[in-house]
């Protein structure tokens, strides 16, 4: 018998692109590696507030290579916080490549903040991407979705459920609530032939660790050395497979056996 990871002729969707070195790039280079048609989203403005930055031309470098790889490959800015953003990205990939199979929801927003600093509004805005962005581009997926077989949802978590994460509450409050939207929409789309899964990275080297932090963090990895976004790719690719028709309600830890400890 033989095995295969060919999502030859499949479209999926990847939400959070826009940095070369991030996981949402590695996850389009791993799907489209298997064949698959790539349609991805970014935001400019996030990720050039944050400390690590991003050049104006990421996302048309991360197009190209996709389409190097002889797959179709569009891409839309768009603010997923917005109420009818779900619903245009959907339209969009329709328009553009056709009816989607997957939907990897990658785009989270993260602003460091313990108790005593968070704010009602900071809350709001961890809730708008981590929350109901992912929820309702989910479930615009799933409404969508005509094929009876081959759908995939999946989405990034943090490990929230694995223990605490000191100076983010507002992150990992939004971003654990995942974990428990996995199971039960798992269950709710299973007769639509659409499995639902979550993949947690652990801590991933993306161009945000300085040599301080990963002097701290090496160590606590078994092999040795940092995760990278490719590795979180590999799984997604996976999961996005008929290999894996037959997994879905899960929360996977793939972090290299990361010690917290």
Not at 8 to 36: D, F, M, N, P
Not at 53 to 77: A, D
Not at 146 to 162: A, V
Not at 250 to 260: D, K
Request: charged residues 20%; hydrophobic residues 40%; proline residues 4%.
């Amino acid at each position: 018998m033989s095995v295969t990871l060919s999502l030859h002729g499949k479209i999926a969707i990847v939400t959070g692109v826009s940095r070369t070195k991030g996981i949402g790039a590695a996850i389009c280079q791993a799907l489209a590696e298997a064949g698959a048609h790539i349609f991805f989203t970014y935001w400019s403005a996030y990720d050039e507030s944050m400390p690590w930055g991003m050049e104006q031309n990421e996302p048309e470098l991360i197009k190209r290579k996709v389409e190097q790889l002889g797959v179709t490959c569009e891409c839309i800015e768009i603010d997923l916080s917005r109420e009818e953003s779900p619903s245009q990205v959907l339209q969009a990939v329709m328009d553009t490549i056709g009816e989607p199979d997957i939907l990897v929801n990658n785009a989270c927003y993260s602003d460091r903040a313990d108790y005593q600093s968070l704010t009602s509004e900071m809350l709001d805005r961890h809730y708008w991407l981590n929350v109901k962005a992912p929820v309702m581009l989910s479930v615009e997926f799933a409404k969508a979705f005509q094929k009876h077989q081959g759908g995939r949802i999946i989405l990034l978590t943090s490990g929230q459920s694995l223990g605490p994460m000191l100076g983010e509450v507002a992150y990992a409050t939004t971003k654990g609530a995942m974990e428990a939207f996995v199971k039960t929409f798992a269950a709710e789309v299973a007769a639509k032939g659409i499995t639902v899964n979550a993949v947690n990275p652990g801590p991933t080297d993306t161009g945000w660790m300085d040599e301080e932090i990963k002097h701290k963090l090496i160590h606590k990895f078994p092999f040795g050395r940092i995760g990278v976004p490719y590795d979180a790719a590999r799984l997604i690719r996976f999961l996005a497979s008929e290999e894996a028709q037959w997994i879905t309600g899960q929360v996977i830890h793939s972090e290299g056996g990361f010690l917290r400890i």
